[in-house]
């Protein structure tokens, strides 16, 4: 069974670093790129970026390009999303999820999804 | 940078038809996806490649396409249904992927 286990919930102040995780298992977790996605209280999911554990090809969206930090750890089968300097707008619930194997379009999508992470960050 | 557009809300009465739109320029080059997400849940995809349904998923979710907008149907609404929907895709380039603005489906 595919599964996608994230860290656990997290408190911390603006200008503390934090990193989180997402364990890949039931998979050949080398072999799927792993995304991670950002879900602001009542709002909409946004695309952070992607990273390809087989050879730590990653990708950034524009938007979060800078602004956090994707990596993985393909010994331990796990993916990283990291901050450096915390700021209040970072509070959100925050996705990890696995895109199908294979190249084009047809596979541009994500099949399993971690239960995700909540990261509140306050004063 | 590249976005799908969705109406905000679209309210329903069971057993009928709820339709959901998502525009974007690159939906003719790219595959388009539509996910489910329930209160407190993560996403689950209900549709991929335009009309394919994932095991598991009710034949009264169905997808279609025309240009630069596709539609997501949901025939014979139920209440489980009443749940966020978002369109997903990537740009022209294929590099970038991106979420729609997402619609709240509310069965009366």
């Known amino acids: 069974e595919v599964q996608l286990v994230q860290s656990g919930a997290e408190v911390k102040k603006p200008g503390e670093s934090l990193k989180i995780s997402c364990k890949g298992s039931?998979?050949?977790?080398?072999?799927?790129?792993i995304a991670w996605v950002r879900q602001m209280p009542g709002k909409g999911l946004e695309w952070m970026g992607i990273?390809?554990?087989?050879?730590?090809?990653?990708r950034y969206s524009p938007s979060f390009q800078g602004q956090v930090t994707i990596s993985a750890d393909k010994s331990i089968s796990t993916a990283y999303l990291q901050w450096s300097s915390l700021k209040a707008s970072d509070t959100a619930m925050y996705y990890c999820a696995r895109r199908p194997r294979g190249s084009g379009s047809y596979y541009n999508y994500f099949d399993y999804w971690g239960q995700g992470t909540l990261v509140t960050v306050s004063s | 940078s590249y976005e799908l557009t969705q109406p905000p809300s679209v309210s329903v009465s069971p057993g009928q038809t709820a339709r959901i739109t998502c525009s974007g320029d690159a939906l003719p080059k790219q595959y388009p996806y539509w996910y489910q997400q329930k209160p407190g849940q993560a996403p689950v995809v209900v549709i991929y490649?335009?009309?394919e349904r994932p095991s598991g998923i009710p034949e009264r979710f169905s997808g279609s396409s025309s240009g630069t907008t596709v539609t997501l149907t949901i025939s014979g609404v139920q209440a489980e249904d009443e749940a966020d929907y978002y369109c997903?895709?990537?740009?022209?380039?294929?590099?970038?992927?991106?979420f729609g603005t997402g619609t709240k489906v509310t069965v009366l």
């Open positions: 039931g998979y050949s977790f080398t072999s799927y790129w």
């Open positions: 990273i390809y554990p087989g050879d730590s090809d990653t």
């Open positions: 997903q895709s990537a740009d022209s380039s294929g590099t970038y992927y991106v």
């Open positions: 490649k335009d009309s």
